[in-house]
């Protein structure tokens, strides 16, 4: 063998390494978010990653990939029998799915190289307010001291992108998040936030508050009804801390957090 291809073959041989051990801990998928914005229309992108759909009336499902050969693990997934019934039954619910691997490193000879192991994260997220689906973003003065109610379903697919087909169906434990819900405060647990959309008036100052053991943050664009978009960054809110923002003027925020993306971790403020 040519020297440069013993090179290469021990860069791929550790990637692979990496690659295997990162799926297993699963720290990837974090790790990864790291690095891209928030995905509506109006943010940065990390460049490589790609929108597949985007939610729809009446189909709630935001697909995308991290990079081309992520999305093409996407597509050997989506045409796997045992995962189309996966999605057929989050009907209704706010769908996330994201490929989230292999990601793509380049060789020594300027080629793009990456793993054969994909890696796809279907997220389901469901709220319930006194029991009942929530769907229509309410009011505090409806919702307060009701009991809140986040649902969060997360399914893990391996991927052989050599032999295309599903290695592997990894399902979660659900998560739920409970909470009586309080005044202009919003909750942030594992990994949502709750309620995650609601209206308010002008002149509100709204409390997002850390309640899990992991940070999170809120980062969107405040779209005025007078035209202007400013941007919003909590920056990281840690465990047991808060941060607050004042909304003074008409509009709508949508945000996120960045580092949840995958999961769906977002939500909308109306200020009417
Ligand atoms: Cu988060």
Known sequence: MRKDLLVLA?????????????????SLPEESAKNFHTLSGNMTLDSQVKVIKEPAQGDNTFIYAVNDAAEEAYNIAKNDPQIKQIIDGTKGKAVTIAAVQPTLLTGSNGQQIHSS????????????????????????????????????????????????????INVESERVLKETLQSNLMYEGMNVFLPDAVKISPGTTLKWSNESNV??????????????????????????????????????????????????????????
């Open 215 to 272: 940070p999170h943050n809120v980062v969107g664009i405040f779209k005025t009804e007078s035209g202007s978009q400013v941007p919003v960054d909590s920056d990281f809110i840690e465990h047991n801390r808060s941060w607050q923002y004042s909304f003074n003027e008409k509009g709508v925020f949508e945000y996120r957090c960045t580092i949840h993306s995958q999961e769906g971790m977002k939500g909308t403020i109306i200020v009417s």
């Open 117 to 168: 192991g994909g890696q796809v994260i279907i997220t389901a997220n469901w709220q319930l307010i006194d029991g009942k689906f929530y769907s229509d973003p309410a009011s505090f003065d409806s919702l307060q001291g009701k009991q809140g109610e986040s649902h969060q379903q997360i399914w893990n697919v391996l991927v052989d992108l050599d032999r295309r087909m599903v290695m592997d």
């Open 10 to 26: 021990a860069i791929i041989a550790v990637f692979l390494a990496i690659g295997v051990v990162a799926i297993a801990s699963k």
